[in-house]
């Protein structure tokens, strides 16, 4: 007797524990949904001829907004022996020495990645005797759910492991003409500043790359360790940029940390902030005259997250301790970020200092991504990963910003260890969920946050990886009707920068998802091919104007092809439970266009989509009283008229304005109870 009570009582204790949880969790959803899913009334006239027109031509003393090109070093300059280049050159074994399974993308990590990957890609090669390793699993409270690490066997129980199995560093690399080649911006910046020029835009985004111009540790004299020809070079460039009638926006740090940093631990150490204060003091005596705007540190925390937490990108590393530890308030995260940001605050010192223009422009370019989750208990990871990643950098340099830079891709969903790939949604080459609404969200959350430092906004990246060029048209027109709308509330908003001009290399996801405005063949010696969204492009960054009849036209092709059922590139593998993998891949998949309203305003938020989610949605839905709209009630008050005078009218009303408001067709209609008895009472007399 006494064991059967211990039982009911612990499965009481059970119960209510259970009961707690899930109420706490729905709590938390109704929290997140109010402020981040709920729907929203679009600012925009889509009834007008010109849903957008922004002011590139300023005459009134009204702000002027201006259009923009986005590129890096490490996309698109040759002859560079950076830290990427001897990455991707490495293999596996020099790395880490295993040969890894294919693991799902971190939640949290892959969705700080902007326009790149976090997973390394299977590759083909000749067999080579590798250690096997013992897989050991690394559970994590915060931020590296699923990361591993490997501990050695004993050397009686190594076996050949084919390098084929084994992964590159870098994907879609290896397998492409002359990769390291990259765009030969170096050697010939020319091609790419035509391209940039002839679409009318008036502000070029480019970057110095701190190694090139420091290519050893500058332990001594500081002369002995800088390439002054190299910075020569690059102040030609900028004037060959300030030649073609566009302004300059500089980055500092575009991802770009000298290998001789990596060797001694890079950002986790103060002495990196000298260094890179050396760097800053070097590229703004040179060439501050013709700098308008200047970018320290592009998306800080992502490469925090994927050089120093998960040790994906070049330079970070991370032992066991530092990744299990990584997301402690002392962990390696933290200390990176507050050193880059220390770094940030004396080089906007130094910038406004010494610039030689009157009032130098200096920001930071940060990454939002918009992010939900899957199911009831995925809302309190998706609350954690928003306060790793939308505000602490920002409030850390809130005092020392002109602009705030903002780099927009799309949605991410997040599900228990991973980010969820939903086949109702449409999707980038590089599995970046295609999400216009969240970059208007994003901008009022931001907007809300940071409007007492009465500065504006700068979207300083935005695009989406698309080889067919199908879905970058409609992307880009509906993101840019976001911004308008953004603007109608309330959101300063200076300019918009676009991703990128040619297609190029794609940090460690290679030459694989195709960014570029122009496709480059690079077995034709880098032959470029501008696509139709160039042309767009061209057109709404001369006009200022985003019309009804180019955002139809963009839409219904991509309506075509999908009803159509075509296919395109993607290059990320997932696993049953529908879970991407971290990583790119050498050759892509096929995956549909997806039949979904995903513009501006139209996106229609599903509910949790976990089991429990849907089951109580199913049992719940014959209890749920759903309130009349508009148009119902006008249905009951019209069976009252003397239909048989003017039914011929009413139905005709009723089925074109039904069939518009629902997307439905009449047969449909006519099955449904309440067109039954009104068509019955239309039949009788009087």
Known sequence: MAITALLITATKIAGILASITFAANGLSFSRFRKKNISRFESPIDESSDILADFNVNSSDGQPEFFFGLATAPAHVEDRLDDAWLQFATETPSETSGSAEEPQTADGIL???????SSQLAVSGEAKKPLKKKKNLKIAMEAMIRGFQKFTEEDAEEEEEVPVDERSHNVSAWHNVPHPEERLRFWSDPDTELNLAKNTGISVFRMGVDWSRIMPKEPTGELNEAVNFAALERYKRIIHRVRSYGMKVMLTLFHHSLPSWAGEYGGWKLEKTVDYFLMFTRLVVDSVSEDVDYWITFNEPHVFCMLTYCAGAWPGGKPDMLEAATSALPTGVFNQTMHWMSIAHSKAYDYIHEHSTLQKPRVGASHHVSFMRPYGLFDVAATTFANSLTLYPYLDSISGKMDFIGLNYYGQEILCGAG??????????????GVYPDGLFRMLLHFHERYKHLNIPFIITENGVADETDVIRRPYMLEHLLAIYAAMIMGVPILGYLFWTI????????????????VAVDRAQNLARLPRPSY????????????????????WIELRRAAKEKKTRPFYRAVNRQGLMYAGGLDEPIRRPYVD??????????????????RFLRFICKPLTVRRKSKLEDEDVELTLLPLDKVKTTVFSLLRARLEWRAGYNWKEFKSASCFAVLERNAEEPG
Do not use: C, I
């Open 596 to 613: 979904r309203d995903w513009r501006f305003g139209h996106y229609e938020m599903e509910g949790l989509q976990d089991p429990l989610s």
């Open 419 to 432: 980010l969820k790939l939903m086949e109702t949604d449409e999707y980038s080459e590089s599995g970046r």
């Open 502 to 517: 040619s297609d190029n290399w794609e940090w460690a996801d290679g030459y694989g998802p195709k960014f570029g405005l």
């Open 535 to 554: 042309h767009l492009f061209t057109k709404v960054a001369t006009t200022g104007k985003v019309t009804r009849e180019e955002r139809e036209g963009a």
């Open 110 to 116: 892959a969705s700080a990645a902007g326009d790149g």
